[in-house]
């Protein structure tokens, strides 16, 4: 240590020296930063703005303001990628579950049914499905394409003054019932875009909005106001507009969501019910059955996510870097293919441990479906037996009801995408109560087999291909169906 008096004396001025030397720099750094920042903002937000008319259905015309938000919707593009239950390989799920062919007999799921890919395949898809026969309604149209709401639109600035005034939503709201009641076909022509930022922004501000009247007219049936929820929630509804269950009311074939009484499977039977609705009529087992769509939505809401205020697009559309800006990444895609964008932002669990831990939710969800679809093909054929043997539609009432409430309920989770994970506890309580549906309807129909003196077991017919399954749906339609009761006949004593 050295304390010597000169050298303590030219400290202080040493001190001050540097001192405002590094003032200086810290200032010239600063600057420096300031105008990288300047130029950044200038690169990502004074550039002039092309104006977007507003009703734009072509994303590619909005790329030139948000080039990265459209590189990465174009990703999309990308149709092989897979996880153990997702992906955007359109796998084949008739193969791969032969009793679905059974459980849609008489159905088009019966014999088309491919897992879904990314938004860009929207129109191409729903236009080479084996289950558009080229009759539908326009209606089938509603979810695939920006497209819809301006032609939504365009109907209802006929029906209103100073058209131009009005927003894009108001106007679809007032045109949406003259676009329902269209043909499929007529509009071949006109919707050509797939899914894109038409569908959830306003291109004037760039905001989050609803452009679907099905989505705003349940919610006011509710007494609720889809303009008017937070910020957080509209991050999810932009995608409750499409990923719900939803029916074709009346005669105009009105787009309408079943949520009067709620969102649980247990609400929209009832309305179902009280309307006497039905998709179509089993082929097998003659019963008004009721096709769920994906009611992704709806099963989201009930899980410990929703609880905790996670929106879809938390984890479908993280947050993503590139050249220090920050933007939403616009290719909706399984999270498991982007873990540590979706789920590492709130959970420090590794990747693997991350991956692991879902697709083991994933694989008790399976196998509770597999359990289900079972019973419920089952209960399909046992109606059929009974219905070989004599019995009436009086008799065989009940056991239909029962196989409708289950197939639902089965339904409610099979077409909800995620395989379970989106609400684990929800799924396996919805497949629970489908197994035990099921398997009533079994007892109920083995004792009405009884009384007709038929007290072997049913003589199950083989559908372990989907070749095998949808030959066996063509017999019963044709009116070949195989025995069910093994050369069985009726005592005459028994039906009288
Ligand atoms: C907590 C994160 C999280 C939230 C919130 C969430 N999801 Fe998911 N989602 C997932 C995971 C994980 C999967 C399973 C992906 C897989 O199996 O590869 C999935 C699967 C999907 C799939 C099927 C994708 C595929 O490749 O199979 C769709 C569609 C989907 N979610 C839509 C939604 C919608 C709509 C919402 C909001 C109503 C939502 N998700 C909310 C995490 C989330
Ligand atoms: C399925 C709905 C959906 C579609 C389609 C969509 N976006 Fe977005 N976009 C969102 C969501 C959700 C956000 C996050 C908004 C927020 O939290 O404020 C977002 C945010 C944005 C933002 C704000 C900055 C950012 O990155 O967070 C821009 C700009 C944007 N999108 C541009 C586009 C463009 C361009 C297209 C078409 C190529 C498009 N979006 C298509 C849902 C969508
Ligand atoms: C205008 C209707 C519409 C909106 C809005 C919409 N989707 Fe979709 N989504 C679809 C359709 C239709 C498909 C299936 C496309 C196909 O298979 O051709 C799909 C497919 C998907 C897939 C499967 C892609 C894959 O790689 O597995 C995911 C994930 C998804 N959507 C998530 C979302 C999320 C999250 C939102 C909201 C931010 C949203 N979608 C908004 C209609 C929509
Ligand atoms: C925005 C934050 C956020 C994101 C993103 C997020 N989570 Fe979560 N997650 C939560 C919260 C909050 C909980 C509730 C438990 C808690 O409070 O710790 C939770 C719970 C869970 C649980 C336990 C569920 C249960 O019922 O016990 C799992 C598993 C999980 N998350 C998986 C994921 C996966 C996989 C992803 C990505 C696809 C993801 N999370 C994305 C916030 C998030």
């Known amino acids: 240590m050295n304390d010597s008096p000169q050298q303590s004396g030219s400290k202080p001025v040493m001190g001050w020296f540097l001192f405002l030397l590094t003032v200086a720099a810290v200032f010239g750094l600063g600057m420096l930063f300031a105008s990288i920042m300047e130029r950044r903002d200038e690169a990502r937000v004074r550039r002039p703005m092309a104006e977007i008319n507003k009703f734009e259905t072509d994303s590619s015309k909005w790329a030139e303001n948000w080039p990265r938000q459209h590189a990465s919707y174009r990703e ?41 890919r990314g938004h860009t395949y929207a129109v191409e898809d729903v236009t080479e499905t084996g289950r558009n026969n080229g009759k539908l309604p326009a209606t089938c149209w509603s979810c695939k394409s920006p497209d819809v709401p301006r032609l939504m639109a365009e109907f209802g600035a006929k029906k ?80 409750a507009q499409c990923h719900v269950e939803y029916y074709f009311k009346g005669d105009g074939k009105y787009l309408t969501f079943p ?100 697709t083991a939710i994933q694989d ?57 994970f989106h609400s684990p506890q929800e799924c396996l309580r919805v497949l629970a109560k489908a197994v035990e549906k099921a398997q009533e309807a079994r007892v109920e129909a083995t004792r009405l087999l009884a009384t007709y003196g038929y007290t072997k077991p049913v003589v199950y017919p083989d559908f372990s291909t989907k070749e095998k399954a949808q030959a066996l749906n063509q017999a019963f339609i044709s009116g070949n169906a195989p025995d069910l009761l093994g050369g069985f006949k009726v005592s005459k004593a028994a039906l009288n």
């Open 364 to 420: 008790k969800n399976a196998e509770g479906r597999a359990r289900a679809e079972r019973a419920i093909a089952y209960a399909h054929f046992d109606i059929a037996a009974c219905m070989q043997a004599g019995a009436t539609d009086e008799q065989l009432k009940s056991i239909r009801s029962l196989v409708r409430t289950a197939q639902m309920n089965w339904d409610y989770v099979a077409a909800n995408n995620g395989m379970g």
């Open 76 to 116: 999309m593009d990308d149709d092989k990628t897979m996880t153990k239950y997702g992906g955007a390989v359109p796998r084949d799920y008739l193969s791969e579950t032969t009793a679905n062919v059974i459980l849609f007999a008489g159905y088009g799921f019966s014999k088309d049914y491919l897992q879904a």
């Open 160 to 239: 209103v003054e100073n058209p131009e005034d009005k927003s894009l939503q108001e106007l679809a709201l007032k045109g949406a019932g003259e676009f329902y009641s269209h043909k499929w076909n007529d509009f071949t022509e006109e919707i050509t875009h797939a899914i894109g930022c038409l569908d959830c922004h306003d291109p004037d501000t760039m905001k989050l909005r609803v452009s679907r009247p099905a989505l705003i007219e349940a919610f006011e049936r509710q007494g609720k106001d889809v303009n008017k929820v937070s910020h957080q929630e509209m991050r999810t509804l932009v995608c």
């Open 259 to 358: 949520w009067d009484g709620g969102t649980t499977p247990e609400a929209m039977e009832e309305y179902y019910n009280e309307r006497d609705f039905k998709d179509w009529t089993h082929a097998i087992s003659k019963t008004p059955m009721i096709k769920m769509q994906h009611p992704d939505y709806e099963v989201y809401s009930t899980g410990v996510h929703a609880f905790r205020g996670v929106s879809c697009a938390d984890c479908h559309m993280p947050y993503r870097t590139e050249g220090g800006a920050k933007y939403s990444d616009h290719h909706l895609q399984s999270p498991l293919l982007n873990i540590a964008n979706s789920c590492a932002v709130c959970h420090r669990w590794s990747e693997e441990e991350t991956r692991s831990r879902v």
